[in-house]
């Protein structure tokens, strides 16, 4: 590895994936910081795994300060404040973030039995056994046909 900061390159997305062996060499050995542009804008980064280590453990110092100077700012906002008084304002709070938590997942379950019923009303006048055969063949359809590619989601 070497001792000098990589060179920083920047390539056109078609050059990258068509030198991509050639591109990851030189980022591993730390000859090369690759910004990759789609369209003339910047959209990806290409460093060596050292680079990114060390990034991370950058991003995680960053994290525990910005949480250790919230806890200094919601301290100082609450000195004044009694424990016993912030423990149960804290505790009706919990209790009000779980009530909507219950509300949500009650309103979700609700839905999905409204789901049922209506696919249940919709297919109501076919007899059981009439159904049952369409699913088999239509799950033997889908068993038969050659699996395709995902499509990649949309930018």
Do not use: C, H, W
């Not at 424990?83 to 919990?94: M, P, T, V």
């Not at 209790?95 to 009650?106: C, H, K, L």
């Not at 049922?116 to 699913?135: H, N, T, Y």
């Amino acid at each position: 590895m070497s001792t000098s900061p990589p060179a920083e390159t920047t390539m056109k997305l078609t050059d990258t994936k068509q030198q991509f062996s050639q591109v990851v060499n030189r980022v591993a050995r730390g000859e090369a910081r690759v910004v990759v542009e789609k369209s003339g804008l910047p959209v990806a980064a290409i460093i060596s795994a050292e680079e990114y280590r060390r990034f991370k453990d950058q991003e995680r110092r960053a994290a525990r300060e910005a949480l250790r100077e919230a806890f200094t700012r919601l301290s100082e906002a609450f000195k004044d404040v009694p424990d016993d008084e912030l423990e149960r304002e804290l505790a009706k709070a919990q209790a009000e973030v779980r009530a909507e938590m219950r509300a949500e997942r009650e309103a979700q379950r609700e839905a999905r039995f409204d789901a049922i019923d209506r696919i249940s009303d919709a297919f109501a006048d076919i007899p059981v056994d009439e159904l049952e055969r369409q699913v088999e063949r239509a799950l033997r359809e889908v068993r038969t046909q050659p699996q395709s590619e995902p499509t990649p989601a949309a930018p």
